[in-house]
Nanobody, 123 residues
């Protein structure tokens, strides 16, 4: 049974930091990368970052490059998203998802999804 569970969301002031985690299990061996997406109120879900399970190559949306860092643990059970220098527009529900492709930013190519964790940047 495939499980993806996000944690680490919360309330933070502008300029603050959070570390999100995506604990995953049961993924088929055909899954090649894990991505993070964000959905803000009134907006479509958008790609944030992705990392490949083998090799650890990373990809970022331009809006978060230099502020957010995606990484995976050595045991290949958890993917993290470090959020630094947070802005009000970074708020939303952050979801992790697994894809059998690499360097894909389209949610259509992600096969398994978690429920999401809420990030709120207080102004």
């Amino acid at each position: 049974q495939v499980q993806l569970r996000e944690s680490g969301g919360g309330l933070v002031q502008p300029g603050g930091s959070l570390r999100l985690a995506c604990a995953h299990s049961g993924l088929p061996s055909t899954m090649y990368s894990m991505g993070w997406f964000r959905q803000s109120p009134g907006k479509e879900r958008e790609f944030i970052a992705a990392v490949t399970f083998r090799g650890g190559a990373t990809y970022y949306a331009d809006s978060v490059k230099g502020r957010f860092t995606i990484s995976g643990d050595n045991a290949n059970t958890t993917v993290y998203l470090q959020l630094n220098s947070l802005k009000p527009e970074d708020g939303g529900v952050y979801s992790c998802a697994a894809s059998s492709l690499t360097e894909t930013r389209s949610e259509s190519y992600y096969n398994f999804w978690g429920q999401g964790t809420q990030v709120t940047v207080i102004t």
